[in-house]
T-cell receptor, first 114, second 113 residues
């Protein structure tokens, strides 16, 4: 079955540590996205990529970094510069990044800073 | 800038009741409109969408019509089930110098048996 996988499901980080969240898709989609979800709020875009080796900042990119070396993979690193990283992180993909495209979401990673 | 406003929850209904979740938007051009649903502990999944004015999206008994004159995309279902309990997100997507999807804050629905 095609889909998006995220790992790990739960992640705990000590203050001052960088952590990397994994996102893999086998849908052959060109575009991939990272969102942050906080309780009672909608999703906010962190980064997106519409093609391999290219990505753009979203609304809340500070303290985060990404890479897109392969079409299937779009890992997100939460750096120590992110002041309030505890949240639910969702990865998504879409066929070509057009506004009419449906986004397909992974199951999410819940990050907690201890 | 673009924005999406949806009714605050939680919404609590009895099984077989009629559901309406209001969604209004502001946009500079001609966005596509979406409803996504999120079940506890999961990612979002598409419920329905409409890509131009007067289009009606429908799926699993849910419907929404893209109303440009009222800038609305209200979600309706004639008879809800306990399994419809989830958080519903209205979203718009528009290409204005780059990709942009805006999500509403979400509306939590509880359906009682």
């Amino acid at each position: 079955d095609g889909g998006i996988t995220q790992s790990p499901k739960y992640l705990f980080r000590k203050e001052g540590q960088n952590v990397t969240l994994s996102c893999e898709q086998n849908l052959n989609h060109d575009a991939m996205y990272w969102y942050r979800q906080d309780p009672g709020q909608g999703l906010r875009l962190i980064y997106y990529s519409q093609i391999v080796n290219d990505f753009q900042k979203g609304d809340i990119a500070e303290g985060y970094s990404v890479s897109r070396e392969k079409k299937e993979s779009f890992p997100l690193t939460v750096t120590s510069a992110q002041k309030n990283p505890t949240a639910f992180y969702l990865c998504a993909s879409s066929k070509s990044g057009l506004s009419t495209d449906t986004q397909y979401f992974g199951p999410g990673t819940r990050l907690t800073v201890l | 800038g673009n924005s999406v406003t949806q009714m605050e929850g939680p919404v609590t209904l009895s099984e077989e009741a009629f559901l309406t979740i209001n969604c209004t938007y502001t946009a500079t051009g001609y966005p596509s409109l979406f409803w996504y649903v999120q079940y506890p502990g999961e990612g979002l999944q598409l419920l329905l969408k409409a890509t131009k004015a007067d289009d009606k999206g429908s799926n699993k008994g849910f419907e929404a019509t893209y109303r440009k004159e009222t800038t609305s995309f209200h979600l309706e279902k004639g008879s809800v089930q306990v399994s419809d309990s989830a958080v519903y997100f209205c979203a718009l997507s528009e290409e204005t110098g780059g990709f942009k999807t805006i999500f509403g804050a979400g509306t939590r629905l509880f359906v009682k048996a």
